[in-house]
């Protein structure tokens, strides 16, 4: 394995799997998350990801957000709190060394590190405790200068996260670049750049990482901020996004990603496809 950029011809060709959804409901910032933190009520807590894992979410993102003025104490409840009700991957979302580290060592699912900046210094840092406890996870493309405007400066940052974790021998089926998608009602001339930077950085290495992006910034503060989501993730499938954080629940936003990946020939045509994806992907364990 090793960096190999524009070194295929179809690099979408090695990514068959549908698109890997981390529930985004588990934030301090919606109102009955938070409410479940300061009143520590766990059921409200489990109810809700257990709605995400019934809507068929793949693996559950965790974030104290503002919430509470003790994110380690309290990210550590959440992730005890909820797995008890489900064995599925735990997105660990927090910016800060000690509490994701916290978390994982309470953790018994499958772990999401949520995540690191493609900093040389942080990737040092993250990358091995990735390594020591068998987990995946996100890179993004920020660097010390903070958010590349350009495609090439995306792309390098990302080969600089992928270089890293194969250097800690992290397979890159663990690894999930985050170009980080901007609002486009504030930076649209972001929106094409951030949908070129996905394509190329499937040629970053053989097999590819995954591509992952948080959803919701796209139509943040935007009128028409479902539609304008809806149509940017198609075109994002097409052009291999292949993980998004959103929310499980969202029919609309699932509807569009599930036509896109069938319009790609992910799946087998039926007048029924949407009926037949929310039966093998709507779950609980």
């Known amino acids: 394995m090793g960096i190999c950029k524009m070194c295929r011809s179809d690099p979408l060709e090695e990514k068959e799997e549908r698109m890997f959804v981390i529930g985004e409901r588990l934030n301090g910032m919606f109102l009955d998350v938070r409410k479940g933190i300061q009143t520590k009520d766990k059921s409200i807590i489990q109810k809700v990801a257990l709605d995400q894992v019934k809507a068929g979410a793949n693996a559950l993102d965790i974030n104290v957000g503002p919430a509470s003025d003790k994110p380690l104490e309290v990210m550590v409840w959440l992730v005890e ?32 590190m949520n995540s690191t900046k493609g900093e040389e210094a942080k990737l040092d840092k993250y990358m091995p405790l990735a390594k020591e406890y068998n987990a995946s996870i996100i890179g993004l493309t ?92 198609s075109m994002a499938v097409m052009n291999g996004l292949d993980a998004a954080i959103m929310d499980a629940a969202d029919k609309e936003m699932r509807d569009a990603f599930i036509t896109a990946e069938l319009l790609m020939n992910k799946a087998i045509y039926s007048d029924s496809y949407i009926r037949a994806y929310d039966a093998s992907h709507n779950h609980i364990d």
């Open 81 to 112: 709190a909820v797995q008890e009700v489900t064995s599925i991957t735990l997105s660990i979302d927090t910016p800060k060394f000690d509490v994701m580290k916290a978390a994982m060592q309470v953790c018994k699912n499958p772990i999401l």
């Open 142 to 233: 920020i660097n010390e200068k903070g958010i590349p405007k350009t495609v090439d400066a995306r792309v390098e940052t990302a080969a600089l996260i992928a270089a890293k974790a194969m250097e800690f021998g992290i397979d890159m089926d663990k690894l999930y670049i985050d170009p980080i998608v901007m609002p486009a009602n504030v930076a649209q001339d972001q929106a094409p750049i951030v949908l070129e930077a996905i394509k190329q950085f499937a040629y970053l290495s053989s097999p590819p990482p995954h591509i992952v992006v948080g959803l919701s910034n796209l139509g943040q503060g935007a009128k028409e901020r479902e539609l304008l989501t809806r149509i940017w993730l």
